[in-house]
């Protein structure tokens, strides 16, 4: 079982509509979580980030988390054709320190 | 604020050799972290830096090492390269009282023919 799992995609979503990404990981002692979006080409982008249970809203981007289930999300409202990139989500385990560990990201495209 | 520097951005090396690559992290940054980017294995740990201290270190060959500066600088080296080796290496700085949050360079984007 691999430690962050993510659907890798591709996802195809009409411009407008809501994007709806999801993550899964093995270490239940988890702490942090993050999304980071990455076009083709070019390096990894912080989107957001959460700690506790729940929801947490920046934007056009609401990050979900729910510990018991080992389960975090990502949703993009009002998709816009710039959305699309991969989406990586990513972990700090158990273990804490600053080992990210990555999920293998989803292809995310929106369709104008 | 100036964000994450990688020195150099491409590089093109043949086996065996061996290559140096260089961060400086976020002004008042004092956490680097390092990763390499593959196709097939994704985004993976290589090792953390802080006060010029190693602190973690991922499932990476002896062959990869690294060093902290006093300054934060920090660099990465690869001995005896092989072509598996060839992938985008990101650097990846964190100021320590923000939570672990850390922000990426653009990469170095290495191939080994």
């Known amino acids: 079982q691999k430690e962050v799992e993510q659907n890798s995609g591709p996802l195809s979503v009409p411009e407008g509509a809501i994007a709806s990404l999801n993550c899964t990981y093995s270490?239940?002692?988890?702490?942090?979580f993050f999304w980071y979006r990455q076009y083709s080409g070019k390096s990894p982008e912080l989107i957001m980030f959460i700690y506790s249970n729940g929801d947490k809203e920046d934007g056009r981007f609401t990050a979900q988390l729910n510990k018991a289930s080992q389960y975090v999300s990502l949703l993009i409202r009002d998709s816009q054709p710039s959305d699309s990139a991969t989406y990586l989500c990513?972990?700090?385990?158990?273990?804490?320190?600053?080992?990210?560990?990555f999920g293998q990201g989803t292809r995310l495209t929106i369709n104008p | 604020k100036a964000g994450v520097t990688q020195t150099p951005r491409y590089l093109i090396k043949t086996r065996g050799q061996q290559v140096t690559l260089s961060c400086s992290p976020i002004s008042g940054h004092r956490s680097v972290s390092w990763y390499q980017q593959t196709p097939g294995q994704g985004l993976q740990f290589l090792f953390e830096y802080f006060s010029e201290t190693q602190r973690n270190k991922g499932n990476f060959p002896g062959r990869f090492s690294g060093r902290q500066f006093s300054n934060s600088r920090s660099e990465m080296n690869v001995s005896t390269l092989e072509l598996g080796d060839s992938a985008l290496y990101l650097c990846?700085?964190?100021?320590?009282?923000?939570?672990?949050?850390?922000?990426f360079g653009a990469g170095t984007r290495l191939s080994v023919l």
């Open positions: 990513a972990v700090i385990g158990s273990q804490g320190a600053q080992k990210l560990v």
């Open positions: 990846a700085s964190s100021d320590q009282g923000r939570r672990n949050i850390q922000y």
């Open positions: 270490d239940r002692g988890s702490q942090s």
